[in-house]
């Protein structure tokens, strides 16, 4: 579906970014891709390894309402990747966030409902469920922001839908290259938060798929999670180093113990597909769509009640084999 098409990915020069466009060029013929991102030098970069014909470069901040609308003409689909990501950096800077993650959301929605681009997929995180940090709130708030554009966008084309998904491994800023560079560099031990802890995991090209598929299942309004495997943080370090002791350092702010992807109070609205899940928009004030049914044809089915996507209840947890084998 990509073939002879026009595709944007704000925050391109990325881990997604990077990967999701090598998959394209891999995998299609576009017209053309565009890269939307703020960093000069991670462009430079980026251009000695991708430099098809059909690459073209933007440098532009999703701040910037209308460098945003002059990148998106002629753009038929559009991936929105770019956000402010570190917990920690979020608390400190809360406003900087809240520019970034939600007003450039919104400044996203506006210049491709303008535009006429055809759809739009927006990336979230397990930490816009339930958040307790700022970072989650946020794109708790820019999900919802993606979700209703398509009550508002009125006679334009344009579709909106969301895709939520946990921790990626390698990606920068994970868990994994920062335990390997402790261990590179002959660290004593692997700090780690608490023996409990779970999270879900995805590999790069996991994530990538499941977006580029996203945009054949859509009908707009969707948020859509991928079925994928859980493990213990303990186990995550014992894979990358099982020799080297391991310190409990506590829960830092902002940090939940399990992470949630799908909450129990939207159970009523969330679907069961073979592997992933949606979460239907609550409020639908444009034509009613059967979501139990999407694009591709494939069918779902409503969850049970008080059903909740749990990394500490997932029926799926890696053993440590299968880690390292993920970790590579």
Same mark, same amino acid.
């Given at each position: 579906?990509?073939?002879?098409?026009?595709?944007? $990915?704000?925050?391109?020069?990325?881990?997604?970014?990077?990967?999701?466009?090598?998959?394209?060029?891999?995998?299609?013929q576009?017209?053309?891709?565009?890269?939307?991102?703020?960093?000069?030098? #991670?462009?430079?970069? +980026?251009?000695?390894?991708?430099?098809?014909?059909? +690459?073209?470069?933007? @440098?532009?901040? $999703?701040?910037?309402?209308?460098?945003?609308k002059?990148?998106?003409?002629?753009?038929?689909?559009?991936?929105?990747?770019?956000?402010?990501? %570190?917990? =920690?950096?979020? *608390?400190?800077?809360?406003?900087?966030?809240?520019?970034t993650?939600?007003?450039?959301? *919104?400044?996203?929605?506006?210049?491709?409902?303008?535009?006429?681009? !055809?759809? $739009?997929?927006?990336?979230s995180?397990? #930490?816009?469920?339930?958040?307790?940090?700022?970072?989650?709130?946020?794109?708790?708030?820019?999900d919802?922001?993606?979700?209703?554009?398509?009550?508002?966008?009125?006679?334009?084309?344009?579709?909106?839908?969301?895709?939520?998904?946990?921790n990626?491994?390698?990606?920068?800023?994970?868990?994994?290259? @920062?335990?390997?560079?402790?261990?590179?560099?002959?660290?004593?031990?692997?700090? $780690?938060?608490?023996?409990?802890?779970?999270?879900?995991?995805?590999?790069?090209? %996991?994530?990538?798929?499941?977006? @580029? #598929?996203?945009?054949?299942? +859509?009908?707009?309004?969707?948020?859509?999670?991928?079925?994928?495997?859980?493990?213990?943080?303990?186990?995550?370090?014992?894979?990358?180093? =099982?020799?080297?002791?391991?310190?409990i350092?506590?829960?830092?702010?902002? !940090?939940? @113990?399990?992470?949630?992807?799908?909450?129990?109070?939207?159970?009523?609205?969330?679907?069961?597909?073979?592997?992933?899940?949606?979460?239907?928009?609550?409020i639908?004030?444009?034509?009613?769509?059967?979501?139990?049914?999407?694009?591709?044809? *494939?069918?779902? #089915?409503?969850?049970?009640?008080?059903?909740?996507?749990?990394?500490?209840?997932?029926?799926?947890?890696?053993?440590? !084999?299968?880690?390292?084998?993920?970790?590579?």
């Amino acid at each position: 579906m990509f073939n002879n098409k026009s595709i944007l $990915v704000t925050g391109g020069t990325g881990s997604f970014g990077k990967q999701c466009i090598k998959t394209i060029l891999a995998r299609y013929q576009p017209k053309r891709v565009i890269v939307f991102s703020r960093d000069e030098l #991670k462009q430079y970069e +980026m251009q000695q390894e991708y430099h098809a014909p059909c +690459m073209r470069y933007f @440098l532009g901040d $999703v701040r910037d309402s209308e460098r945003l609308k002059q990148a998106m003409r002629n753009v038929d689909y559009v991936i929105h990747a770019a956000a402010l990501k %570190q917990v =920690p950096a979020a *608390e400190y800077n809360p406003m900087e966030c809240i520019k970034t993650n939600i007003h450039g959301a *919104e400044n996203v929605i506006k210049a491709a409902m303008e535009n006429g681009v !055809e759809k $739009v997929i927006a990336l979230s995180t397990d #930490k816009a469920a339930n958040p307790i940090n700022l970072y989650g709130a946020t794109k708790l708030v820019s999900d919802k922001l993606f979700v209703t554009a398509n009550n508002i966008a009125g006679g334009h084309r344009t579709k909106f839908s969301v895709v939520r998904y946990g921790n990626v491994v390698g990606s920068r800023g994970s868990v994994a290259p @920062l335990f390997k560079k402790m261990v590179a560099e002959g660290a004593e031990f692997l700090p $780690v938060t608490d023996e409990k802890m779970t999270r879900f995991w995805i590999t790069l090209p %996991q994530g990538v798929d499941f977006v @580029l #598929k996203g945009f054949a299942r +859509m009908h707009g309004g969707e948020v859509f999670v991928p079925k994928i495997p859980s493990s213990r943080i303990v186990d995550f370090a014992k894979a990358i180093a =099982p020799d080297k002791p391991i310190k409990i350092i506590g829960i830092r702010p902002g !940090e939940k @113990l399990h992470e949630v992807m799908c909450p129990a109070d939207d159970a009523h609205i969330t679907l069961a597909f073979e592997d992933h899940y949606v979460i239907k928009p609550s409020i639908v004030f444009f034509a009613p769509v059967d979501y139990q049914v999407n694009g591709l044809g *494939e069918q779902g #089915k409503p969850v049970s009640a008080g059903f909740e996507y749990n990394s500490g209840t997932n029926p799926h947890f890696l053993t440590i !084999e299968e880690l390292r084998e993920m970790i590579g």
